[in-house]
């Protein structure tokens, strides 16, 4: 730390001299009119005869990267938002006093701004002959030496600013999330979808089984809850007449935090009135195939030294069928609480003994020993009633719903199902969800969507939904193991 603040301190005053021979250490005067990508690519086969024809000089800022002094000549990189280049400083091109300023008070990590010519060095490297060279900005504090080195993840998120800089795969990965939210936005708009928003401050938390975060407005003298999901909004637009909606926004779950989850993270969330869970099975495999295909150019990816193959059709697997042939579970064991108990013990899996209900005691079974081994694109069908408090019944199994999840690389990426429409029994199971609820924690109040139960009353059409986590296939396609890879500023513990 003595090190660090010296080093600091050395900077500062450094600085504070510079600005006391009247330059300014924040000017906003200079303007690029290009950039260092663009040049980079626009003149990859200009040799240094041709560069020289051009007779133009080009302007460009960025953050110094590198620094290689050889007395009355230096060579820097600077690196902009579209990539890195050289350029030469030169004390007869710039001038003496200039050039003295530049070697005394210019740091790695200010921000410059040069302008003149191209040219090729013996080497090959496209170069910025500097005529100019001025300040832009000054950073008071060293870029680290080996920042992408560093075995840190943690300090990697908490300072995304310097790995941003640091590392291009890290700006790659951000370029890509907007890629594929632009994509998923346009295939929507382009098959007829209306893109809207909801409440993101809700008077009661419903759509998804979590905990959610809770604040108080004081103007309307009430509790709200972040949402945790915007399904119940979403379907109350199906009652009012809009037939397609979808919208791409943050949920907020008041739970843990890991390589997978992240308290706040960004859903798209889609509803197609007329259609069912298998319209929206061929839908998802469209996307995926359109998304890779955009990507990529093919029908496949690589996540984690695993080729994955998006060809549909894809699997389409019955949840009991997968705990028993994937899972390895024997069918006795998924008739009794006790059986269950006992095998998830002996096999060190987590399940909660007070749990009455036999369906969710299934669900921890699948969770541990069936979604790791989906691997390709899958889609696990017909779930239990139990376990979907928003799905339409089977009509020809009731104790199962037309509902899927759809798992890739061993985690889920989408849920979906026909839409429970049947006011009468959606109020049977929002009463089970709050006598769940009450057994669990007898001190919160969970109360019944009365206005999401009048809204149904009114009449809304057979319509399938669907909910795709963004985080978790931003993580697919560019190979992230964490999800934190891949939000720009996940949340952390405190600094100690």
Do not use: C
Not at 155 to 181: G, K, Q
Not at 201 to 227: D, N, S, V, W
């Amino acid at each position: 730390m003595k090190e660090e603040s010296a080093v600091l301190e050395a900077r500062r005053k450094k600085a504070e001299e510079f600005e006391k021979l009247g330059h300014p250490l924040f000017p906003n005067d200079f303007r690029p009119t290009d950039r260092a990508g663009v040049l980079q690519d626009l003149f990859k086969d200009y040799d240094n005869e041709t560069l020289e024809k051009l007779g133009k000089t080009f302007r460009l800022a960025g953050r110094m990267m590198a620094r290689r002094d050889f007395g009355k000549a230096v060579f820097i990189h600077i690196q902009d938002e579209t990539g890195r280049i050289q350029v030469f400083v030169k004390r007869d091109e710039v001038g003496e006093e200039q050039f003295k300023l530049f070697k005394k008070y210019f740091d790695i990590g200010d921000i410059i701004g040069v302008e003149g010519p191209l040219f090729r060095t013996k080497t090959g490297e496209l170069t910025v002959l500097a005529k100019e060279i001025r300040l832009v900005t000054k950073a008071f504090r060293p870029l680290p030496e080996k920042f992408h080195g560093l075995r840190d993840t943690e300090l990697r998120y908490r300072m995304r600013y310097v790995d941003l800089i640091m590392n291009p795969r890290v700006r790659e990965i951000f370029r890509t999330r907007t890629r594929i939210v632009q994509y998923l936005r346009d295939y929507f708009i382009s098959n007829g979808f209306l893109e809207v928003e909801t409440p993101m401050m809700q008077p009661i938390p419903g759509g998804a089984t979590a905990r959610p975060f809770k604040t108080f407005h004081h103007a309307l003298e009430r509790e709200l809850y972040l949402r945790i999901a915007p399904e119940l909004y979403l379907k109350r637009l199906l009652v009012g007449g809009f037939e397609r909606v979808f919208e791409l926004n943050r949920n907020f779950r008041n739970e843990g935090v890991s390589t997978q989850h992240n308290p706040e993270f960004t859903m798209l969330e889609f509803y197609e009135a007329y259609a069912t869970y298998e319209d929206l099975m061929r839908r998802t495999e469209e996307i995926f195939v359109g998304l890779a295909q955009e990507l990529t150019g093919e029908n496949r990816i690589t996540y984690q030294g695993e080729t994955i193959d998006f060809t549909p059709p894809w699997p389409r697997i019955p949840f009991k069928k997968a705990l028993l042939e994937i899972g390895g579970v024997p069918e006795e064991v998924l008739e009794s609480k006790e059986k269950i108990l006992e095998f998830a013990k002996q096999r060190d899996i987590k399940v909660d003994p007070r749990e009455p209900v036999l369906q969710k005691l299934w669900a921890k079974l699948f969770d541990a020993l069936v979604e790791p081994k989906l691997i390709q694109p899958t889609f696990i069908t017909e779930f239990p009633v139990e376990i979907s408090p928003l799905a339409r019944r089977n009509d020809k199994d009731p104790s199962i719903t037309d509902r899927f999840e759809l798992f890739i690389a061993g985690r889920e990426i989408a849920n979906a199902f026909s839409e429970l429409n049947d006011p009468r029994d959606q109020r049977v199971r929002f009463e089970e969800q709050i006598r769940k609820r009450l057994e669990d924690d007898p001190e919160i109040h969970p109360e019944m969507d009365e206005d999401f139960i009048r809204a149904l009353e009114y009449g809304m059409p057979p319509t399938a939904g669907e909910g795709i986590g963004i985080d978790r296939v931003v993580m697919l396609f560019t190979d992230s193991p964490s999800i934190r890879e891949v939000i720009l500023f996940p949340h952390l513990r405190p600094e100690a």
